[in-house]
C-alpha cells in the first residue's frame, strides 16, 4: 500500500485508511472495566491521537511501537482537535520502511540552517573559540556529532520535535544572542555565541530518532546538560594550548542552562553570558511550542488542550468574525 494521505489533511467525519508510523501504544482500561488502546500515530505532516475500543487486545497484538501500520477508521472532533476512531490496524509488511514518509523535517531546511550556522562561527573573533566550534562543527559534516545534530529533533515532544528541529532551535537561539550581544554592555559576544552553538549538543545522544522519536538509556541516566558538557570538555582537551578558563565558561553555560536546579540544571546561571543563554533558549522553545500547538486548531477553535509544557492551555488571540 502507498501513503496517500497525512495527519494535516484529515478532517471530522472523513473515513481513514493509510499508512502511519505507531509513535506510541497504551493498552488501558476504561471506567467500565473494558481495554481500549491508545495510539500516537504519525507522519511527516505532524502527529495525531487514536483510540480502538472494539477488539483492542486482539488488534494490539498485530503491531508493535515503530511498526508502519495500515490503520482504518473515522475522524472525528475531540477537544478542539481531530483524533482518529479506530476499528482495524495491521502491520505494513514487506519492504523497507522510508520514514521520510513518517517523520516530520524541520520547515527551513537543513542545508540553508547549516550555511547560517556555518557563517556564525565565521564571525567568531576568538581564536580559541573558534577552534571550539570548528571541531564540534566541521564543514563538510564529517563526524558523527556533525551528522547527526544535522538530523537531530530538538526535543521528544516538547519543542522542535522534528527532523532538524536541534540545527533550528540553535540557529534561532545564536541570532538572538548575536542581537543581544550588541544591546547589552559587558556582553563577550563570542562566548555568548559559543555558549548558544554548543548549549544543546548533548541532545544528539540524548535522543534517539531512528524510528519516534524517544529518549537513549543513556540520555535518561545522565542527560543532555551532563552529556554536552562532558563533551565539550574532551574536545578542549584535545586542542592545544586551549585556556582552561574558557573552558570553564563555556561548560558552565551548558551545565545552567536551564536556569534552576529543579528544571535539571546542575548549577544555576552566575555569568551575564550564561544568564541570557538561559532566557533566549527558554524563549525560542516556548515561542515555537506555542506556535506549533496554536497550528493544529482545526478552523474557528480558539484554545488548545492542555498544554503540558505550559502547565495551561493556550488562546490563540483570534475571536469570531462578526
Known amino acids: 500500500?502507498?501513503?496517500?494521505?497525512?495527519?494535516?489533511?484529515?478532517?471530522?467525519?472523513e473515513p481513514v485508511r493509510d499508512l502511519f508510523l505507531v509513535a506510541n501504544k497504551a493498552l488501558l482500561t476504561s471506567n467500565a472495566g473494558k481495554p481500549y488502546l491508545t495510539l500516537q500515530l504519525r507522519d511527516r505532516?505532524?502527529?495525531?491521537?487514536?483510540?480502538?475500543?472494539?477488539?483492542?487486545?486482539?488488534?494490539?497484538k498485530r503491531f508493535d511501537r515503530d511498526d508502519v501500520v495500515e490503520?482504518?477508521?473515522?475522524?472525528?472532533?475531540?477537544?478542539?482537535?481531530?483524533?482518529?476512531k479506530v476499528h482495524d490496524v495491521r502491520k505494513e509488511e514487506g519492504g523497507t520502511k522510508d520514514l521520510s514518509e513518517y517523520l516530520?523535517?524541520?520547515?527551513?531546511?537543513?542545508?540553508?540552517?547549516?550555511?547560517?550556522l556555518q557563517e556564525y562561527i565565521g564571525g567568531v573573533k576568538d581564536k580559541d573559540l573558534a577552534r571550539l566550534l570548528a571541531a564540534v562543527f566541521p564543514d563538510p559534516?564529517?563526524?558523527?556529532?556533525?551528522?547527526r545534530f544535522r538530523q537531530a529533533p530538538g526535543g521528544k515532544t516538547m519543542h522542535h520535535d522534528y527532523i532538524g528541529g536541534l540545527l533550528e532551535h540553535t540557529v534561532s537561539v545564536a541570532a538572538i544572542c548575536r542581537m543581544l550581544s550588541a544591546?547589552?554592555?559587558?556582553?563577550?559576544?563570542?562566548?555568548?555565541?559559543?555558549?548558544?552553538?554548543l548549549h544543546d549538543v548533548g541532545k544528539v545522544h540524548e535522543l534517539s530518532y531512528e524510528g519516534a522519536f524517544d529518549y537513549t538509556d543513556e540520555g535518561r541516566l545522565l542527560g543532555h546538560l551532563y552529556m554536552g558538557t562532558e563533551y565539550v570538555s574532551r574536545v578542549c582537551a584535545a586542542l592545544p594550548g586551549f585556556p582552561p578558563e574558557k573552558a570553564m565558561l563555556v561548560k558552565h553555560i551548558i551545565l545552567s542552562h536551564h536556569g534552576e536546579l529543579e528544571f535539571g540544571s546542575p548549577k544555576r546561571p552566575k555569568t551575564l553570558e550564561a544568564i541570557l543563554l538561559h532566557h533566549v533558549e527558554n524563549m525560542d522553545a516556548?515561542?515555537?511550542?506555542?506556535?506549533?500547538?496554536?497550528a493544529e486548531l482545526r478552523e474557528g477553535v480558539r484554545w488548545t488542550d492542555y498544554q503540558r509544557m505550559f502547565e495551561r492551555y493556550l488562546f490563540s488571540g483570534k475571536f469570531p468574525k462578526e
Do not use: N
Open 1 to 13: 500500500m502507498q501513503k496517500t494521505r497525512f495527519v494535516k489533511d484529515l478532517k471530522e467525519g
Open 141 to 147: 559534516p564529517e563526524s558523527d556529532v556533525a551528522r
Open 183 to 197: 544591546h547589552y554592555e559587558g556582553v563577550d559576544a563570542d562566548l555568548l555565541l559559543a555558549g548558544a552553538l
Open 104 to 116: 516530520p523535517v524541520t520547515k527551513k531546511g537543513i542545508e540553508p540552517l547549516w550555511k547560517t
Open 45 to 60: 505532516t505532524g502527529q495525531i491521537e487514536a483510540r480502538v475500543w472494539d477488539r483492542a487486545e486482539e488488534i494490539g
Open 286 to 294: 516556548k515561542a515555537t511550542a506555542f506556535g506549533d500547538a496554536i
Open 71 to 84: 490503520v482504518g477508521g473515522t475522524a472525528i472532533a475531540y477537544q478542539g482537535r481531530v483524533q482518529l
